[in-house]
């Protein structure tokens, strides 16, 4: 079903328009929960192993994806005032983005065009930038300004510059290309239906909480997996989040490339049967896959408790086998009256939940992965739909389209 198609009222993206959609949603999961019957595809789709151990195919992700797409670098609350610096090193050469004093961003490879050297370290920098290595200095357009002994480097060719990337900011989220030579990115294009619900989420008042880097073992594609389907909810997290939701019952929408599911808390079979105008209060609670590396989970609240803005994003490491994947939450402005402690317990809370009940599931299928002599086969279930359909579009923009084992 395409998102939204019940929410034709409300202005698109406005809080009621949220909550519309929102009611279409729980229409459906109740209907789920009834009939006893989850959402579900036509089919299984069959595929195998190679998928996530075939070399070239990771080899057209980094290059195809990683480097030539959007990314979600952070929110734009990251970078709130002029000189402040966000730093992005989790994929490529390490890049910064510069609040410039109009407001708008630019972002340079964090590279000295001398000899290399690492220019900015801090969380902002004043009127330009000096290599702490030789000293020389660069303006806030990323120009040569001066350098110690200037004769010494008298020689043909453009004066020195820092290499600067494509940088965009909208609806509170800065997204990067990392390809120096790639076009600008026009970020309702690449959110594309998904736009409206990203913008209602208001995150461009959302305060980050914290950011977390962990590098584990597996391929990153096994790593988005894990948080694209609830399906594995009852058996990889019997104690910390199945007790809350329904089990085996997902809704599922897709926005282009983009997708969501939800899962329904617990309290709402006792809606069945109910006259829709008694439903208690409750609140919009999604995980959103953005294209290609992304997972946003937005809830105003659960059950009452804090309400939740956290990313995770996956990306290859150093080889096939090594994913870095930060995790980091943030505190919607309708939280700003909470102490600051609370998010951070949360955040905690859910990276404690990651590392030891998804990673280490996701890293040992990885390891069976690797010791099988020939690809072998896998599936993904009709109910896990945004597998199905996020591993199609990953496979059909790097041009290596999932060809089905026999
Ligand atoms: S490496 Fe930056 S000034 Fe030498
Ligand atoms: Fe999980």
Not at 66 to 89: D, K, Q
Not at 98 to 124: S, Y
Not at 208 to 235: F, I, M, Q
Not at 390 to 398: C, K, Q
Request: glycine residues 8%.
């Amino acid at each position: 079903m395409a998102g939204s198609e019940q929410n034709a009222a409300a202005e698109p993206g406005s809080a009621a328009w949220l909550a519309a959609e929102w009611r279409g949603m729980q229409r459906r999961m109740l209907d789920c929960i009834a009939t006893r019957a989850s959402e579900m595809l036509d089919r299984p789709l069959v595929v195998d192993t190679s998928l996530y151990t075939d070399p070239a195919r990771h080899r057209a992700e980094r290059e195809r994806l990683f480097l030539r797409e959007p990314l979600l670098a952070g929110f734009s609350t990251e970078l709130p005032e002029p000189g402040s610096v966000l730093h992005f090193e989790a994929f490529g050469p390490p890049v910064f983005v510069l609040r410039r004093e109009d407001g708008g961003l630019d972002a340079f490879r964090n590279v000295c065009p001398h000899r290399g050297a690492r220019l900015v370290t801090g969380a902002r920098i004043g009127s330009g930038v000096v290599c702490p290595f030789h000293a020389w200095r660069f303006g806030a357009d990323g120009r040569l300004q001066s350098r110690p002994q200037e004769a010494a480097f008298a020689c043909e060719g453009p004066a020195p510059a820092l290499t600067r990337v494509p940088v965009a900011e909208k609806h509170g989220l800065v997204f990067l290309r990392l390809d120096p030579a790639g076009e600008a990115i026009d970020v309702d294009a690449f959110l594309g239906p998904i736009a409206p619900l990203i913008r209602s989420f208001g995150l461009a008042a959302a305060q980050h909480v914290r950011t977390d880097a962990v590098v584990t073992e597996a391929n990153w594609k096994l790593v988005v997996d894990v948080s694209c389907e609830g399906y594995h909810v009852p058996a990889t997290h019997p104690t910390t989040l199945s007790p809350q939701l329904v089990p085996f019952i997902t809704i599922h929408d897709s926005f282009g490339r983009h997708h969501r599911f939800a899962s329904p808390a617990r309290r709402m079979q006792e809606w069945v049967g109910m006259p829709e105008e008694d439903w208690p209060v409750s609140h919009y609670s999604a995980v959103h896959y953005l294209f290609p590396n992304t997972i946003l989970t937005y809830s105003d609240a659960i059950d009452g408790g804090l309400p939740v803005i956290a990313l995770n994003r996956s990306y290859p490491g150093r080889h096939i086998g090594e994913t870095t994947v930060l995790y980091s939450s943030y505190r919607p402005a309708s939280a700003a009256e909470l102490p600051e402690d609370a998010f951070i317990a949360l955040h905690e809370a859910v990276l404690g939940i990651n590392l030891s009940e998804d990673l280490p599931m996701v890293g040992r299928a990885w390891d069976n992965y690797q010791r099988l002599p020939a690809p072998s086969r896998l599936v993904f279930g009709r109910n896990e739909m945004l597998l199905q359909r996020y591993h199609t579009d990953v496979a059909e923009a790097v041009g290596m389209p999932l060809r089905l084992p026999a």
